[in-house]
C-alpha cells in the first residue's frame, strides 16, 4: 500500500523521485518504470488523456 495522496498536490516529487509537476505526474501514471526504474507501481494501461484527467485532480488536493 502506498502513501495517501491527501496534500498530493503540495509535494516537490512523485515517488521521492521525479519532480511533481503536470508533465512529469502524466507520464508516471502512464509509465512509472520509464521514469523511475524499478518501482513497484505497477503501469496500468492509462492513456495519456485519462492520465492528464487523472494527473489534473491530484495536483488539485491541497
Known sequence: MGPTLAAF??????AGHVPNGPDHL???IVAPAALVPG???P???VSPDDA???AAYL???E
Not at 498536490?9 to 512523485?14: A, K, L, P
Open 59 to 61: 495536483l488539485s488536493l
Open 39 to 41: 518501482t513497484l507501481m
Open 9 to 14: 498536490g503540495r509535494r516537490s516529487y512523485i
Open 26 to 28: 502524466v507520464r508516471w
Open 52 to 54: 492528464r484527467d487523472m
Open 43 to 45: 503501469a496500468m494501461g
